[in-house]
T-cell receptor, first 112, second 114 residues
Framework: DQQVKQNSPSLSVQEGRISILNCDYT??????FLWYKKYPAEGPTFLIS?????DKNEDGRFTVFLNKSAKHLSLHIVPSQPGDSAVYFC???????????FGAGTQVVVTP | EPEVTQTPSHQVTQMGQEVILRCVPI?????FYWYRQILGQKVEFLVS????????KSEIFDDQFSVERPDGSNFTLKIRSTKLEDSAMYFC????????????FGSGTRLTVV
């Protein structure tokens, strides 16, 4: 079941620069898309989400872009900080309270 | 900030034994979930629970698994007869409302079946 895909297992970025994480999906029935951040030995932490009727949502340093025609979304983190070093998961759901389908995750390392 | 609490943080059990993983969701949340992540793999949905019954379950959630909300605060996942392949991190999550909001996850229970 590969409905949500993150094709980049890792990303290294310098502190202060932009981090861009990508996610592709195949199920056109997804209504909501979410990004989670995960540190080792912790559960995923919700970062930001976007409804399928929008193409952009911004919250502080985090912006999510949705391109429905391409079935693609991205998360931009500007500026990147050392504390942003974590695994980032893209997730999607078809119902407002429904199950989340996760991508495989992207390990982000922010270097000084 | 309210948290989802999971106990124990690590459980080691022998194959064939029953285990109960415990979760205390955020008190005003209405929707409850269990997910798991086998080492090196994706986070996978197991089951969702609302209004004291299962809303949805995955193919993984077979007859060996059950969930319960015994007292209005705890939310448990029971695995009746554990297999080696049940070794994983198990995450409980809860949600207050429907919509685009994310679910709040606990820190997980690492289950090791030997």
């Amino acid at each position: 079941d590969q409905q949500v895909k993150q094709n980049s297992p890792s990303l290294s970025v310098q502190e202060g620069r932009i981090s861009i994480l990508n996610c592709d999906y195949t199920n056109s029935m997804f209504d909501y898309f979410l990004w989670y951040k995960k540190y080792p030995a912790e559960g995923p932490t919700f970062l930001i989400s976007i409804s399928s009727i929008k193409d952009k949502n911004e919250d502080g340093r985090f912006t999510v872009f949705l391109n429905k025609s391409a079935k693609h979304l991205s998360l931009h983190i500007v500026p990147s900080q050392p504390g942003d070093s974590a695994v980032y998961f893209c997730a999607a759901k078809t119902d407002s309270w429904g199950k989340l389908q996760f991508g495989a995750g992207t390990q982000v390392v922010v270097t000084p | 900030e309210p948290e989802v609490t999971q106990t124990p943080s690590h459980q080691v059990t022998q194959m064939g034994q029953e285990v109960i993983l415990r979760c205390v969701p955020i008190s005003n949340h209405l929707y409850f979930y269990w997910y798991r992540q086998i080492l090196g793999q994706k986070v996978e949905f197991l089951v969702s629970f609302y209004n004291n019954e299962i809303s949805e379950k995955s193919e993984i959630f077979d007859d060996q698994f059950s969930v319960e909300r015994p007292d209005g605060s705890n939310f448990t996942l029971k695995i009746r007869s554990t297999k080696l392949e049940d070794s994983a991190m198990y995450f409980c999550a809860s949600s207050e409302e429907t919509g685009p909001g994310g679910y709040t996850f606990g820190s997980g229970t690492r289950l090791t079946v030997v």
